[in-house]
């Protein structure tokens, strides 16, 4: 297959759907966390339709469901194509303006609406490997939203290139957008017999040409600390302020390692992520990661003794520990299922590209889908310095992508 002539649509999709905020709320209790989730969602349905896929549609629960049918006579198993619509609640999404800087050659790229905003190559070394292209960027007061929606128009001209070019093969190939990944929320209501695919992908990864089979293993971890209260005028012996115990169980956990800002590669850590209370009560929230799920029992067992260590003070109060599983490392189920990451390496590979076959600091949809039956490691969708202002992506890499999903199409064929 040739992509020489082709007129991709993807920029011009993605500059469509940036505009729109779809920003999901951590603290909502709704599923979608936010409505406005859904205004992109009835703007990807009327595309997809309008590229002659009847069954597109958005269930009520945020999520769109369309089909790309088989086109031979194989036996080939369906896969699914899957990316995230909303954005992070990290920086704000409304009123994004994106700007396509042609032709980029190297200088750091100052951001109009805030100049204090700049996309140093120096500290953007992917940069570096982006002289010549074009690159679109906010203007500075929002995050751009490649994260994911370069993966959702890259998945869009996928689909229209292979319903443009029946010559290339490929089985029943279904798209799953999703709504709050970011909150960690995404495929919670995931219908799995509806969407019918046995194995899949999510189109969310950052550099060009990687692929990434392994993700974090994650629990969420809250203390809550029970203090005494008392009248501060008449505290004396009696106070035990449960503000100033939960700090001190936070100083008495590791500073020197254990912690995002301490940690890289295959290191795991313990972090808090929000304090909130008063002298009566105290709430800290964690989140626990590694690659291993042992070492997540290792990690809350410490945080467990060093609220007993700091409790022993304070007689006259209580806290307790609570762990939530939130999700596990994909490769376990990945690793039953070789050949899923082998073709999308071999796609990628067609794509004219080196595959960068690494594990995630993080999770996606897939992690999840992975142990609800659908084996899914993630492909890059080129964006990079995702849920910030300087957040960026490459013109020619998500062309990249959209070849990389159809040749993948394709090899599916091949192999069945």
């Not at 905020?21 to 406005?36: G, I, M, V």
Request: glycine share 6%; with cysteine; net charge negative.
């Amino acid at each position: 297959m040739t992509f020489d002539n082709y007129a991709y649509s993807v920029v011009d999709r993605f500059l469509r759907y940036v505009k729109v905020d779809t920003q999901s709320d951590p603290d909502a209790t709704c599923f979608p966390s936010t409505e406005k989730q859904k205004d992109l969602g009835r703007i990807l349905v009327k595309e997809l339709q309008e590229l002659g896929i009847s069954d597109a549609h958005m269930d009520e629960h945020g999520y769109i469901y369309a089909t790309i049918p088989s086109n031979t006579t194989k036996n080939v198993p369906a896969i699914c194509f899957c990316s995230h619509m909303d954005t992070s609640p990290d920086s704000s999404g409304k009123d994004v303006k994106p700007i396509i800087h042609t032709n980029y050659q190297g200088k750091p790229i100052v951001l109009p609406d805030d100049p204090k905003q700049i996309i140093d190559p120096e500290a953007h070394p992917d940069l570096k490997e982006q002289i010549g292209n074009d690159i679109i960027t906010a203007s500075g007061t929002t995050l751009l939203g490649a994260d994911n929606k370069a993966g959702v128009a890259e998945i869009m001209d996928a689909a229209r290139y292979l319903l443009a070019h029946p010559e290339v093969k490929h089985g029943t190939i279904r798209i799953l957008f999703t709504p709050d990944e970011e909150v960690g929320r995404g495929v919670e209501h995931v219908d799995m017999e509806k969407l019918g695919a046995k194995f899949g992908y999510t189109v969310d990864g950052e550099r060009l040409g990687s692929l990434e089979d392994e993700t974090f293993s994650a629990d969420a971890a809250i203390v809550t600390v029970e203090g005494v209260s008392a009248h501060p005028g008449f505290a004396k012996g009696k106070l035990e302020n449960a503000l100033k115990i939960a700090a001190e169980i936070l100083t008495s956990l590791p500073n020197d390692h254990l912690s995002p800002e301490t940690t890289e590669g295959r290191e795991g850590f313990l972090h808090p992520v929000q304090f909130s209370g008063i002298a009566e009560q105290a709430t800290i929230q964690f989140i626990v990661r590694d690659f291993v799920d042992a070492k997540l029992q290792e990690y809350e067992d410490l945080l467990r003794a060093t609220v007993d260590k700091v409790l022993k003070n304070y007689p006259n109060s209580t806290a307790k520990v609570e762990i939530k599983e939130q999700y596990r490392n994909m490769k376990k189920v990945l690793d039953n299922h070789p050949e899923v990451a082998d073709f999308a390496a071999e796609a990628i590979r067609r794509a004219g590209l080196e595959v960068h076959q690494s594990s995630i600091r993080g999770g996606t949809d897939g992690s999840r889908l992975s142990f609800m039956g659908l084996p899914c490691p993630n492909i890059f969708a080129g964006e990079h310095a995702f849920h910030s202002k300087v957040e960026w992506v490459s013109v020619q890499d998500m062309q990249k992508a959209v070849q990389t999903l159809v040749h993948l199409a394709n090899i599916w064929e091949e192999r069945s």
